[in-house]
């Protein structure tokens, strides 16, 4: 049994997951603020479950990670600043733990279950956004780093960070409205333009096989699919083709999966 941690910016889940990839059991608990408090959360929530030993542990962060030394450095919606994430949560599950950015994680997930596509690029709009790329079902290395949503545009006459205008957070500042409130179509076409002018460039840069839009505004895809496909045609030019844009299969579990996955490939062959 694995230890699968999606650590958010308001709620963290924790869950039991088979060898198989199949969750058994899950508690979700508001994320503190402060580190300490939430090392307390997390050992007293870990405690609930039923599982009480783990072949290994995996989290996602939403943070930039020094991997080397399992530290999570600083970014998101969190304040924690050079905190030692992996061993303290080694410390509370007991078991060797293994941590990455919680964009990669979810993109990880996503891209073992499109094992025909070769290059998968993730991206999570939510409250902010987030990318992750996947080559052959693994993190790329080089690409383990970036941040998408933090691209500057041209939007509204001057340069902003693409998430300043096309996050679920934008959107909220600029209708009043969360995204599964919005049922007009002429505010999806604009958050579809939104959305368009970031994934654009995303595609010159990673020339991805297949993009999967995940998070709470991703899971709305179907409300703007036609309108982005149309803007996104619009850019298109021979040298640079549109791959096809699908939606996340498990939008609010992809953390816990890649966690999963993630751990299992660092330490399940030797289990």
């Not at 007293?44 to 991997?67: C, E, M, Q, Y």
């Not at 780093?145 to 001057?158: A, P």
Request: charged fraction near 25%; glycine fraction near 10%; proline fraction near 4%.
């Amino acid at each position: 049994m694995y230890l699968g941690i999606d650590i958010g910016g308001t709620k963290t889940i924790v869950a039991s997951v088979d060898d198989y990839g199949v969750i058994q059991e899950s508690i979700r608990f508001s994320t503190p603020q402060n580190y300490t408090e939430f090392l307390k959360e997390l050992s007293k929530n870990v405690a609930k479950l039923a599982t009480k030993k783990f072949t290994a542990a995996g989290a996602g962060v939403p943070s930039k990670i020094d991997r080397s030394q399992g530290i999570a450095i600083a970014g998101g919606r969190l304040p924690w600043k050079n905190v030692s994430i992996q061993r303290d949560i080694k410390e509370v599950a007991h078991c060797p733990t293994v941590i990455d950015n919680d964009a990669n994680l979810a993109g990880l997930s996503e891209a073992m279950l499109l094992k025909e596509f070769h290059k998968v690029l993730y991206i999570t709009i939510s409250t902010g956004i987030g990318t992750g790329y996947i080559v052959d079902q693994k993190i790329d290395p080089s690409m383990a780093d970036s941040e998408g949503g933090y691209i500057l545009l041209e939007h509204g006459g001057k340069l902003e960070q693409w998430e300043d205008f096309a996050s679920g957070q934008a959107i909220v500042r600029r209708f009043g409205k969360r995204a599964s409130e919005i049922t007009d179509k002429d505010t999806w076409r604009i958050i579809a333009h939104d959305i368009s002018l970031g994934i654009f460039d995303l595609i010159a840069v990673f020339q991805p096989d297949v993009i999967v839009l995940g998070g709470g505004v991703g899971a709305h895809f179907d409300k703007f699919k036609d309108f982005l496909d149309e803007y996104l045609k619009e850019y298109e030019t021979p040298m640079l083709a549109i791959p096809p844009i699908k939606e996340a299969k498990r939008p609010e579990l992809a953390v816990v999966y890649g966690s999963f996955d993630l751990a299992k490939d660092v330490y399940g062959k030797s289990a």
